[in-house]
Nanobody, 127 residues
Framework: QVELVESGGGLVQPGGSLTLSCAAS????????MAWYRQAPGQQRELVAK???????NYADSVKGRFTISRDNAKNTVYLRMNTLRPEDTAVYYC?????????????????????WGRGTQVIVSS
């Protein structure tokens, strides 16, 4: 099993900054993508930013130019630097990992694709 541990959430004033971190540990053969999603009360979970194994990045339109996703491959850790925060950025932020891992089977190990989620970290933007 792969565990994701998020940190860095908190209360910040509008216009402020925060950096979220998510560290993955466990049996990972290769990482396909790491991403941040968020869910505000009463709303669906939405993609905020994603970085692929090759380093390609994409962002939600609402955060382009303000948020930056980055990754430390050696540590299997993904970061989300959030600048110029707005009250509408208030949400629980979840880390997502899409990865390949060998799974033990009677006929031998099989490389399979998996997805894991963190438990979430709360971000509140308020004065």
């Amino acid at each position: 099993q792969v565990e994701l541990v998020e940190s860095g959430g908190g209360l910040v004033q509008p216009g402020g900054s925060l950096t979220l971190s998510c560290a993955a540990s466990g049996r990972i053969f290769s990482v396909n993508s790491m991403a941040w999603y968020r869910q505000a009360p009463g709303q669906q979970r939405e993609l905020v930013a994603k970085i692929t194994g090759g380093g390609d990045k994409n962002y939600a339109d609402s955060v382009k130019g303000r948020f930056t996703i980055s990754r430390d491959n050696a540590k299997n850790t993904v970061y989300l630097r959030m600048n110029t925060l707005r009250p509408e950025d208030t949400a629980v932020y979840y880390c997502n990992l899409n990865y390949d891992s060998y799974t033990d089977h009677p006929m031998g190990p099989i490389l399979e694709r998996h997805e894991s989620w963190g438990r979430g970290t709360q971000v509140i933007v308020s004065s």
